[in-house]
């Protein structure tokens, strides 16, 4: 099946640790991005990306980081740079960056314990 | 990067009524979206309307672009109990170097009462 995947679906980790969240599309999009969104809150954008090796830093990109060296994959880190990242993590992937719409990964929960 | 504002933030009605969401922005948009959310998931595209277009339609689904006021309208006709979800609008820009982004506001919760 087409689609875009998120995985783990909950990730524990400790204060000071470094954590990686996967997100994988085999939809064959350009345009991949990451979100944060905390509770009752809205999406707010921390990077994004439109071709492979290249990506822009959104809203609240300060303590993560991303990679895009395959056009399927674009893997965000949370770095112990992030202050408060517990948080929803949604990743999503459009054709294009233009007329398209986006399509969702079902997210990542991430506690810091 | 601007964000739509969404009113309002909450909105409960009764089954077969219509619900009625507004989102505001500030700057130039090249489209705006709607999604839609379930609690504790991913999102869902509901419908795309560009900057050029007024009115667009899909089933039960309604929206209204008005780019002089800055605003977009969702209607939702005869709401079922399954409606209920949280609904966003999400701005796409062009943000330089061949690139867009895509910013979501704080969305609306809608509770559709049996």
């Known amino acids: 099946d087409g689609g875009i995947t998120q995985s783990p679906k909950y990730l524990f980790r400790k204060e000071g640790q470094n954590v990686t969240l996967s997100c994988e599309q085999n939809?064959?999009?350009?345009?991949m991005y990451w979100y944060r969104q905390d509770p009752g809150q809205g999406l707010r954008l921390i990077y994004y990306s439109q071709i492979v090796n290249d990506f822009q830093k959104g809203d609240i990109a300060e303590g993560y980081s991303v990679s895009r060296e395959k056009k399927e994959s674009f893997p965000l880190t949370v770095t112990s740079a992030q202050k408060n990242p517990t948080a929803f993590y949604l990743c999503?992937?459009?054709?294009?960056?233009?007329?398209?719409?986006?399509?969702f990964g079902q997210g990542t929960r991430l506690t810091v314990v | 990067s601007q964000q739509g504002e969404e009113d309002p933030q909450a909105l409960s009605i009764q089954e077969g009524e219509n619900a009625t969401m507004n989102c505001s922005y500030k700057?130039?948009?090249?489209?705006l979206q709607w999604y839609r959310q379930n609690s504790g998931r991913g999102l869902v595209h509901l419908i795309l309307?560009?900057?050029?277009?007024r009115e667009k339609h899909s089933g039960r689904l309604r929206v209204t672009l008005d780019t002089s006021k800055k605003s977009s309208s969702l209607l939702i006709t005869a709401s079922r109990a399954a409606d209920t979800a949280s609904y966003f609008c999400?701005?796409?820009?062009?943000?330089?170097?061949?690139?867009?982004?895509?910013?979501f506001g704080k969305g609306t919760k809608l509770s559709v009462i049996p």
């Open positions: 999400a701005l796409k820009a062009y943000s330089g170097a061949g690139s867009y982004q895509l910013t």
């Open positions: 700057t130039s948009i090249n489209n």
């Open positions: 309307i560009r900057s050029n277009e």
């Open positions: 999503a992937s459009s054709i294009d960056g233009g007329h398209t719409e986006a399509f």
């Open positions: 939809l064959n999009h350009d345009a």
